[in-house]
């Protein structure tokens, strides 16, 4: 008879094999078919279409709105323009109404009188200091007198006398006053319009 050890032995890798078998008989893994599933398109592209709608529009109201400012930037520094300009007329306005001349000859016009010297009067004494003079028109020269001009700018007046017409019909007569210019005789004419007499 033999001995059992070497039939245990023999059966252990049957067992464990057995049991493998039966242990992936039960958790076989079995291959699943893969699902396609589409997503369905209609709300993307209404979503891309409602987005560029949107940029579109916020382009166009964002254009309005910056021509609009432009506008009303232009119609503002106009507007600027204007108010300086009428504020540097006011100005010029004032500066000559408060012009000392012109006040003086307004005053002048209505019958005042320089004031002239003053008196004072002392309260604690009564007495007058000072001597009075009553104001009296001077003939004061308020108005400034004309520049005069200087003989540099002052040239007298030269006086050019016209040829006679039948010196242009003779060719020969020009020529002969020419001469007599370049020579340096002078001609009655021009010694009239110079006033020498030699």
Do not use: C, W
């Amino acid at each position: 008879m033999s001995s059992p050890a070497p039939q245990i032995r023999s059966r252990m890798p049957r067992l464990a094999e057995g049991a493998v078998d039966r242990a992936f008989n039960r958790a076989r893994l079995t291959v699943v078919p893969r699902v396609r599933s589409r997503a369905p398109r209609v709300p993307f592209v209404t979503l891309v279409t409602v987005i560029m709608l949107a940029g579109v529009v916020g382009l166009l109201v964002f254009n309005t709105s910056m021509q609009q400012s432009s506008f009303a930037t232009t119609n503002l520094q106009q507007e600027a323009t204007s108010l300086g300009l009428r504020e540097q007329t006011l100005q010029l306005e004032l500066e000559n109404l408060r012009d000392p001349q012109r006040v003086a000859l307004k005053a002048q016009k209505m019958g005042m009188v320089p004031v002239g010297t003053p008196a004072f009067l002392d309260l604690g004494t009564g007495k007058v200091i000072g001597k009075r003079v009553p104001a009296t028109d001077t003939g004061l020269h308020i108005r400034p007198y004309a520049a005069l001009k200087p003989r540099s700018l002052n040239p007298p007046p030269t006086i050019v006398t016209e040829q006679p017409a039948d010196a242009d019909a003779n060719p020969d007569t020009n020529t002969d006053a020419n001469t007599r210019a370049d020579t340096g005789a002078t001609s009655p004419e021009r010694q009239g319009a110079t006033g020498r007499n030699d």
